[in-house]
């Protein structure tokens, strides 16, 4: 009874998503055996973010107390998002191949980078033949939990040994630095001979930092994230309720992480960020991320404080050194190297965090700091943490992705038909109604245009851009022959070595919109000519016959009263009277 109602549930879903998918594995006695699924929400979501993802089993969380797997993820708000759900009766190797083979059909093929499980052999010997491309690694806080159960008094509260293991575990970058550390604490404490100890120092690469390294992961090194996933499911479903009831309440707990990550959204597109150094390269940080992504960016480039930078190849090679290399670790790693390459575009640290995180470090934020870049560069802005992450398209529609800009060569036919579109996806978002009618004329005129669209007339923007990308390889592949023309004549001629292109010079100022005159238009400058020698091209203030001839010096006047030089009668203060001077006294 209570697998009819299961599969009733299963089509149910199936009729209100019709991107949802499941399949069913049956025994010999047509009893169900393996049970996966996944909502079109969690198929989007595996899209975008399905490059680093964890597995995880959990118990007692069904009637039947049949093992319950989640596939999950992290999206660009650093949250828990949940692919795809797997109920199975066994642990067994051929039922994980099962799984896995399942989940990468279900999801449209597309295999993950990295997946982080459990120690079970089972799992990883499907894991090698179901997806033989992807990295696989354990999980650090299964490796921890049989420490702990393992190491007994020496994991207790009065003993280092914890602090220093979770030092080696969580904070190690390279592997020298964890082989040195690790020898440095076997000899402190005396556990070179230790079973246990010896046995995971023996598959190190599967689970020490040093080897994620490398590896994308974002940010993510443990079945963490399964986990509490798990734990949430715990707290929606009963122990023992039956299978129909699980899928409702797994329903449930989808429909609520769905509900804080729209909440993220909101947050990130509303509210703004606070600035710690108020740099360029942090203001464009936070138009790029979102809100929890800044925050991690911000917490490395403030780390840049606590290092110090130094140039050995200009513009090349670097040294970040701690500024507490003293008092660290004689083990610790205190200095990194950080490459440049040619074009300024990608710094590669030593520290291998932008390989493994998708964020940059903050060695390489100190050099781009160094180099006062106002952005991030490109090819250091992974679009899965960015506003962005979303804006992912298939492969014959990945020309209407935000990031590509607008179409390279738009028609008035197509920008008629694209502006129709989005006013009915206005419409069709009114209302549950609107949008169920929108679905179905959608189809409608999709299986109408889909045999009349095989006779193409070549005026569609596909073709049209596929025109120009031909154009352009064809001016690429000319110019290319001619330049192997050229340098096949020149092979011979020592002239030729040295010759380069014309610079193009361009006039000071604001260009001209006027036009080129004859030299018989232009105005002809007048002619200047000295006044001491009068000759043509200089003035008398730069005249060569100047020298240092003194000048002459200034005739004084003469007073006509008293006959004294140097004042006029009007200013003379000799009274005299003239013999024809009249007295009327």
Same mark, same amino acid.
């Given at each position: 009874m209570d697998a009819v109602k299961t599969m009733e549930i299963l089509s149910e879903m199936k009729a209100n998503d019709p991107d949802f998918n499941y399949t069913v594995q049956v025994d010999e006695e047509s009893r169900i055996k393996t049970l996966m699924w996944v909502t079109s929400r969690g198929f989007d979501q595996y899209r975008c973010f399905g490059d680093a993802i964890t597995f995880d089993t959990t118990y007692r969380t069904n009637l039947y107390d049949m093992p319950f797997g989640l596939f999950v993820g992290v999206n660009n708000h650093f949250q828990s998002i949940i692919f795809c759900g797997a109920m199975m009766r066994d642990e067994k190797e051929d039922t994980f191949k099962w799984i896995f083979r399942e989940f990468i059909r279900m999801v449209g093929g597309k295999h993950p980078q990295t997946i982080l499980t459990n120690q079970a052999r089972a799992m990883e010997l499907a894991i090698e033949v179901e997806?033989?491309?992807?990295?696989?690694?354990?999980?650090?806080?299964? +490796?921890?939990?049989? +420490? !702990?159960?393992?190491?007994?008094?020496?994991?207790?509260?009065? @003993?280092?040994?914890?602090?220093?293991?979770?030092?080696?575990?969580? *904070?190690?970058?390279?592997?020298?630095? =964890?082989?040195?550390?690790?020898?440095? #604490? $076997?000899?402190?404490?005396?556990? &070179?001979?230790?079973?246990?100890?010896?046995?995971?120092? /023996?598959?190190?690469? !599967?689970?020490?930092?040093?080897?994620?390294?490398?590896?994308?992961?974002?940010?993510?090194?443990?079945? %963490?994230?399964? /986990?509490?996933?798990?734990?949430?499911?715990?707290?929606?479903?009963?122990?023992?309720?039956? #299978?129909?009831?699980?899928?409702? %309440?797994?329903?449930?707990? %989808? =429909?609520?992480?769905? @509900?804080?990550?729209?909440?993220?959204? !909101?947050?990130?597109? $509303?509210?703004?960020?606070?600035?710690?150094?108020?740099?360029?390269?942090? &203001?464009?940080? @936070?138009?790029?991320?979102?809100?929890? #992504?800044? /925050?991690?960016?911000?917490?490395?480039?403030?780390?840049?404080?606590?290092?110090? $930078?130094? /140039?050995?190849?200009?513009?090349?090679?670097? !040294?970040?050194? *701690?500024?507490?290399?003293?008092?660290?670790?004689?083990? @610790?790693k205190v200095e990194f190297k950080i490459e440049v390459n040619d074009d300024e575009s990608f710094f590669s640290c030593e520290c291998g965090t932008f390989e493994h995180s998708g964020l940059v470090c903050c060695h390489a934020l100190q050099v781009m700091v160094f180099f006062r870049l106002s952005k991030i560069p490109e090819k250091h802005i992974m679009k899965r943490w960015t506003r962005d992450a979303r804006d992912v398209l298939p492969a014959y529609l990945v020309r209407y992705q935000r990031d590509r800009g607008p179409p390279s060569s738009d028609t008035f036919r197509h920008h008629t038909m694209y502006m129709k579109a989005l006013e009915c996806v206005l419409l069709g978002d009114s209302n549950v109604k609107c949008y169920g009618v929108f679905i179905a004329m959608m189809k409608e005129v999709q299986a109408a245009l889909v045999p009349l669209s095989s006779d193409k007339d070549g005026m569609g923007l596909a073709e049209r851009e596929q025109q120009n990308q031909l154009l352009v390889q064809n001016e690429q592949e000319t110019l290319e022959l001619q330049g192997c023309a050229t340098r096949s004549q020149c092979d011979g001629e020592s002239s030729c070595s040295v010759i380069v292109g014309q610079r193009k010079k361009w006039p000071r100022g604001r260009p001209t919109t006027s036009r080129d005159k004859a030299l018989y238009e232009e105005h002809l400058k007048r002619l200047r000519f000295c006044t001491i020698c009068k000759s043509q091209g200089h003035k008398c203030t730069t005249c060569p016959e100047r020298g240092d001839v003194p000048k002459a010096p200034r005739k004084l006047p003469k007073c006509s009263n008293c006959g004294v030089l140097g004042h006029r009668r009007n200013a003379c203060g000799t009274k005299k009277s003239g013999p024809f001077e009249p007295n009327f006294l």
């Open positions: 997806l033989p491309n992807t990295v696989h690694r354990w999980c650090k806080w299964h +490796v921890l939990k049989k +420490v !702990k159960e393992s190491m007994g008094v020496l994991w207790s509260k009065n @003993s280092n040994f914890k602090m220093e293991f979770h030092k080696l575990v969580h *904070h190690m970058i390279t592997e020298e630095e =964890f082989g040195a550390g690790w020898q440095d #604490m $076997l000899e402190k404490y005396n556990l &070179r001979k230790h079973p246990f100890l010896t046995q995971i120092y /023996e598959v190190q690469h !599967k689970w020490a930092k040093p080897y994620f390294r490398g590896v994308f992961c974002a940010k993510m090194n443990s079945t %963490q994230r399964s /986990e509490s996933a798990n734990h949430l499911l715990k707290g929606y479903v009963p122990p023992g309720c039956p #299978m129909h009831l699980f899928l409702k %309440q797994f329903e449930k707990l %989808q =429909f609520d992480r769905e @509900s804080e990550e729209s909440f993220q959204e !909101k947050s990130t597109l $509303l509210s703004g960020v606070s600035l710690r150094l108020n740099l360029p390269i942090e &203001r464009h940080a @936070s138009k790029v991320y979102t809100r929890a #992504m800044f /925050e991690k960016f911000d917490e490395e480039l403030y780390k840049c404080g606590t290092h110090v $930078l130094d /140039e050995i190849v200009p513009r090349k090679i670097y !040294k970040s050194t *701690h500024i507490d290399a003293a008092a660290r670790e004689k083990w @610790s």
